[in-house]
């Protein structure tokens, strides 16, 4: 039987490797997570594993290839496809990364084979990555949540537990046909300030990989990232402090913060929002 994706080279032999997801076409504010696995991909030496098939998974009128046009010439066009790629950190822990665009059909079909891609690699837990604004306080960390189908996992890393109906991305399918077949899957996310969500925020990447070395020990540097954020930080440190009623604002999420932590109808509200601002 066909498979709907091509192995750019043979399958390798790894040691218990942790696949993670991060397919871009859904909930990400900031960016963060997307930029979570960009630097995975550029810290470590990864290898193009299997390209998935952009005829049964992507629609190109929604998501059309880039076409490079050089002095009036068609040189080619990038057909942005669902990839992945494997390597090891500098701690020797092995790794499967899953990302490029959301598919935009056939979940149960692509769940199915990202499974038995998993199985036959020997992967031995699944963890995805997203990020969705909040209203938290850029002085303060980013907060994280989770969801699972698993109870243990689910209490096992002291993550944000949410109740909340959203329209789901296709990692929360995966999250249950990795479940179902026995291989443990969590997905971790990062609240990113509200006000920020429309631009990069170096500091909800560092938490989305600093969790990431908690729950599965795959190792990221974050030098560059954290000099970004220290770079932002002063920035916007400067832009509120210019501002008495920002000040303001700043404080009573400070206070919000350290008080309590959000209700589930609060992030609700706040997922609501967002996604309605983004119809």
Not at 44 to 53: E, I, K, Q
Not at 74 to 86: A, I
Not at 218 to 240: F, G, H, M, S
Request: hydrophobic share 40%; aromatic share 8%; with cysteine.
């Amino acid at each position: 039987m066909s498979v709907p994706y091509n192995l750019t080279t043979d399958l390798p032999t790894l040691n218990n490797p942790t696949m993670i997801v991060m397919l871009t076409g859904w909930i990400d504010a900031s960016g963060a997570a997307n930029a979570a696995m960009e630097t995975l991909k550029g810290s470590h030496d990864t290898v193009l594993l299997a390209s998935f098939d952009p005829d049964m998974f992507i629609d190109y009128r929604a998501r059309r290839p880039i076409m490079e046009i050089r002095d009036g010439i068609n040189k080619s066009l990038n057909w942005s496809v669902p990839e992945l790629y494997y390597g090891t950190d500098q701690a020797g822990n092995d790794f499967v990364l899953l990302c490029g665009p959301e598919p935009d059909t056939s979940w149960v079909a692509f769940a199915t084979h990202v499974v038995d891609l998993a199985k036959r690699l020997k992967v031995r837990m699944m963890v995805g990555l997203g990020a969705y604004p909040f209203a938290t306080p850029h002085t303060r960390p980013s907060r994280l949540s989770s969801t699972t189908p698993n109870l243990e996992l689910r209490d096992a890393y002291g993550f944000l537990h949410n109740s909340v109906d959203v329209p789901a991305g296709v990692t929360a399918w995966l999250e249950h046909a990795f479940a179902d077949s026995g291989i443990p899957a969590i997905s971790i996310w990062a609240q990113i300030p509200h006000y920020l969500s429309s631009g990069a925020y170096p500091a909800g990447t560092i938490a989305l990989l600093q969790s990431l070395t908690a729950v599965t020990g795959v190792i990221t540097p974050l030098e560059k990232l954290e000099y970004e954020a220290d770079q932002q930080r002063e920035k916007l440190d400067r832009l509120v402090t210019a501002n008495t009623e920002h000040v303001e604002m700043l404080r009573q999420m400070e206070i919000a913060y350290d008080d309590e932590l959000p209700t589930g109808d609060d992030i609700a509200a706040e997922l609501e929002q967002f996604l309605r601002d983004n119809e």
